[in-house]
């Protein structure tokens, strides 16, 4: 399956969303801020950046956008994901493939669906 970044600075979400990730078959590399997660991307890159939108420093937002701006990271699908149930616009600014909402039932499809 994918070789995925998982961008979140709070523990328990990288856990359980990580674990679910890996019962899909995903190899999941946690990273606690943007700046992290942007200076792992130049020496390996994942398939699949996901990234919660509300981080210190560097916000998921932010991180997408250089991230999709960037030619080297073309393939690399990128996902925008918040306790905040309103982040369609902010997925879109990101220009991020999709977003996930954090404790929607939705979620669990998505991570079912990824890599296919």
Same mark, same amino acid.
């Given at each position: #399956? ?5 961008? *979140? ?5 990288? /856990? ?6 890996? #019962?899909?078959?995903? =190899?999941? %590399? ?5 700046? =992290?997660?942007?200076?792992? #991307?130049? %020496? /390996?890159?994942p398939e ?9 420093? #560097? %916000?998921?937002? /932010? ?6 701006? *960037?030619? !080297?990271?073309? %393939?690399? !699908? ?7 149930? *309103? ?5 879109? /600014? ?8 954090k404790g =929607?039932?939705?979620?669990?499809? =998505? ?6």
């Amino acid at each position: #399956m994918a070789r995925v970044f998982l961008v *979140d600075d709070h523990p328990d979400v990288r /856990e359980v969303v990580g674990q679910l990730l890996n #019962m899909h078959g995903h =190899s999941v %590399s946690f990273v606690t801020s943007g700046e =992290s997660a942007w200076e792992k #991307m130049g %020496s /390996e890159p994942p398939e699949v950046l996901v990234s919660d939108h509300r981080l210190p420093g #560097m %916000s998921g937002v /932010e991180l997408l956008r250089k991230v999709r701006h *960037d030619p !080297r990271f073309s %393939s690399v !699908r990128c996902i925008l994901f918040s306790a905040d149930a *309103d982040i369609k616009n902010l997925a879109a /600014e990101a220009l991020a493939h999709a977003y996930w909402v954090k404790g =929607s039932d939705a979620l669990f499809d =998505s991570i079912a669906q990824l890599g296919k």
